[in-house]
Nanobody
């Protein structure tokens, strides 16, 4: 079992950078693929980024590629999302996710096993 707690969301201006953190509890963190999804008001939850536990391969949605970077620190049981060049359309609640299968980090995110409660990122223009 994995429990996830996100932090780092706040109100920023367009063009700013922000780093989200997700602290995981559980002894098997290093064996989980980790990722981020987001949900804007009135929209479906969508995939943002993922990092595999085998090999550390990373995957990104086209909308954030080149601006966001996902990373993980297994000894600290933490995954990060570095967000640069933020845009108003990045405004959303960002959710941390964990799953044994990398394939679930896509749209729609119905098969993901573990979710955090989310952290709000608001980007003003």
């Amino acid at each position: 079992q994995v429990q996830l707690v996100e932090s780092g969301g706040e109100l920023v201006q367009a063009g700013d950078s922000l780093r989200l953190s997700c602290a995981a509890s559980g002894r098997s963190f290093s064996f989980y693929n980790m990722g981020w999804f987001r949900q804007a008001p009135g929209k479906e939850r969508e995939f943002v980024a993922a990092i595999a536990w085998i090999g550390g391969g990373t995957y990104y949605a086209d909308s954030v590629k080149g601006r966001f970077t996902i990373s993980r620190d297994n000894p600290k049981n933490t995954v990060y999302l570095q967000m640069n060049g933020l845009r108003p359309e990045d405004t959303a609640v960002y959710y941390c996710a964990a799953d044994r299968s990398i394939g679930v980090f896509s749209n729609p995110p119905y098969a993901v096993d573990h979710w955090g409660k989310g952290t709000l990122v608001t980007v003003s223009s």
